[in-house]
């Protein structure tokens, strides 16, 4: 049976003609029987694609021959090219959504003004020699914090990427403007933009975790200062780093552990919500426990 594997990856650099090298991604995806989601931007390049393990490797191989994708960053994990609905490979104005794509400043080098990147092993140093003082904060969507996050970390109330500007407006964090604060997410490309807007806020030590959560839990496992499961963005929902991992997130019907969040069964809802097995199996019970919010007017 063929070995599959999914790669999480990224890469900012300027993009004079973002539609080509969309089309180019499709067509190379297409060939090696890829699927996942990529986006493109004037500042660089962001997806996941799964598939047979020899094909994700050409895919990274060649990707990484143009010259604005030479230092693509790159993750590995378990999965297939199942673990997405199907393909898709779209031009957006930010790879990531933050809504400020003319504040975001990259070079051929990446982005430019961004914080500090620590590997792993550079992040525990910190921590040992700066003690208390070193702040983590959550780069990603309140709810996924909900099954892990990093000891005692600073979660800010987003929905989504949008909402962070306005967060750090509000005046919340600004204690915190002194204080050493390493900036974390997912796979690390979040925090890329994250710390150049903290930065351009009057954050003075900025730090960001390099490789994201992914790469800290490949060096660490469970053994080190993350706690929890890893929230995914495919089907799988969430990923663990080893045995060891505990269970953060409760059942919002019955306050079971949990780390498995499932959509409300009303067809007109299907808000995210973590849901135990016996809760998840009845209809009733798989709806929100306060009632669906409303769907916005048309």
């Known amino acids: 049976m063929a070995l599959h594997r999914i790669v999480l990856f990224y890469a900012f650099a300027?993009?004079?003609?973002?539609?080509?090298v969309r089309l180019w991604q499709r067509a190379l995806c297409e060939k090696l029987g890829l699927t996942g989601r990529i986006l493109i931007s004037p500042d660089g390049i962001n997806g996941t694609v799964g598939g047979e393990i020899n094909a994700v490797k050409q895919y990274v191989k060649t990707t990484r021959e143009h010259s604005a994708f030479r230092n693509l960053d790159v993750k590995w994990s378990e999965g297939s090219a199942a673990d997405f609905p199907r393909l898709s490979v779209k031009v957006r104005e930010e790879i990531v959504s933050f809504g400020a794509p003319g504040e975001l400043k990259v070079d051929e080098n990446g982005v430019v003004g961004g914080g500090v990147h620590l590997k792993p092993e550079e992040l525990h140093r910190l921590v040992d020699e700066k003690g208390d003082d070193v702040v983590f904060f959550d780069g990603r969507n309140e709810f996924e914090a909900r099954i892990g996050k990093f000891r005692n970390a600073v979660v800010p109330d987003v929905a989504t990427t949008h909402d962070f500007i306005r967060e750090l407006e509000s005046g919340k964090y600004d204690e915190l403007k002194d204080k050493p604060v390493v900036t974390y997410?997912?796979?690390?490309?979040?925090?890329?933009?994250?710390?150049?807007?903290?930065?351009?806020?009057?954050?003075?030590?900025?730090?960001?975790?390099?490789?994201?959560?992914?790469?800290?839990?490949?060096?660490?496992?469970?053994?080190?200062?993350?706690?929890?499961?890893?929230?995914?963005?495919?089907?799988?929902?969430?990923?663990?780093?080893?045995?060891?991992?505990?269970?953060?997130?409760?059942?919002?019907?019955?306050?079971?552990?949990?780390?498995?969040?499932?959509?409300?069964?009303?067809?007109?809802?299907?808000?995210?919500?973590?849901?135990?097995?016996?809760?998840?199996?009845?209809?009733?019970?798989?709806?929100?426990?306060?009632?669906?919010?409303?769907?916005?007017a048309a």
């Open 185 to 296: 997410c997912t796979g690390g490309i979040r925090c890329e933009v994250l710390s150049s807007l903290m930065v351009n806020r009057g954050f003075k030590e900025v730090y960001q975790l390099d490789g994201g959560i992914v790469r800290y839990g490949e060096a660490f496992k469970d053994r080190g200062l993350w706690e929890g499961s890893l929230y995914v963005f495919d089907r799988r929902m969430h990923l663990e780093f080893s045995d060891e991992a505990k269970t953060l997130g409760r059942c919002v019907r019955c306050s079971a552990p949990t780390s498995k969040f499932e959509n409300c069964s009303n067809p007109s809802c299907r808000t995210l919500s973590l849901y135990c097995a016996d809760c998840a199996q009845d209809p009733s019970s798989l709806r929100c426990p306060d009632g669906c919010p409303e769907a916005p």
């Open 14 to 20: 300027p993009l004079s003609d973002p539609e080509a």
